[in-house]
Structure formats: C-alpha cells, structure tokens
C-alpha cells in the first residue's frame, strides 16, 4: 500500500484555486492602499519628522515626498504642504527656487503651495504640524 501523494483533504479544485487567487490579489491591493504613500480619503494620520533641530537651514525638506508632504521651514516656522498636486493627485516635484512643479500636466506652486501655473486651481493642501515633547516636528497628513 502506497501513500497518497495529494491527500483529499488538501486537494482544491479550479473553481477553488480561482477564488483563493482573487482573495490574495484583493488583499494585496487593500494592503498596498493602506500602507502606501496617501491616506485613505477622509483620513488621517501622524507622520513623525524627527527632532526640529534637524532641519536647521531655511528652504524645503523632501524626504518625505513619498508620505504626502514637503516641509518647508521659514524663519523658525515650519508648514508641511501636500505633495500631491490639487488638479489629479499626481506627486510633485521640488524645485531649488523651493517652488513645486507638476511633472504630469505642468502646474506649478510657489514656496507656500499657492498655485502660479494650471490647470490646477487650488492651492496645496498645508497640514497642522506640532512639537512634541521631544522635539519632534509631527505632521497630521489628511486625505
Ligand atoms: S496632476 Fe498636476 S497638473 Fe495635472
């Protein structure tokens, strides 16, 4: 008597393989939703910067492009604007004049998010910012 190679118990049929399939592509994709750059649209959460005293010169930080915000520090204020254009979302680019440009249809944003070039029409989004007790510049990013 031989053992069974494929016992029934861990046998699956096509159907059965087919909708294993498209529950771990949609897993996927909600975790790639949840853990990526943005927020979910209504949302918020806590970007923690690092200590203040990091950013010790004037201009525009862009390390944190990819979470949603540039920081911009003037003087011994800082704002976080949005990284995401207002006409399609699509990610923008810091310039060394500290404006922002739009590589998808060329809209661009003077240093305090106010728009200067379409089709974008609103200004950048400007996200609360705070110290905490540490130091730490946080960044409350919205969706
Ligand atoms: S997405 Fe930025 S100009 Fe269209």
């Keep these: 008597m031989s053992a069974d190679p494929s ?4 046998q699956i049929d096509r159907r059965g393989f087919l909708l294993l399939t498209a529950t771990a592509v949609v897993a996927a994709g909600c975790e790639a939703v949840h853990s990526g750059s943005n ?3 209504g949302s918020a959460r806590v970007v923690d910067a690092g200590p203040a005293s ?6 525009v930080y862009a390390q944190y492009r990819a979470l949603g915000f540039f920081l911009v520090r003037r003087g011994s204020q800082f704002t976080a604007l949005s990284s995401l254009c207002t006409h399609r979302h ?3 680019d810091a310039e060394a004049d500290h404006t922002f440009y739009c590589p998808c249809h060329g809209s661009t944003f003077d240093p305090t998010g ?3 070039e379409g089709p ?3 200004p950048l989004p400007v996200f609360a910012t705070s110290t905490d007790a540490r130091g730490h510049l946080l960044v409350t990013v919205t969706g």
């Design 7 to 10: 016992p029934e118990c861990c």
């Design 39 to 41: 927020p979910a649209p």
């Design 54 to 59: 990091g950013y010790a010169n004037e201009g």
């Design 90 to 92: 699509c990610k923008l």
């Design 114 to 116: 106010k728009v200067t």
């Design 120 to 122: 974008a029409k609103r």
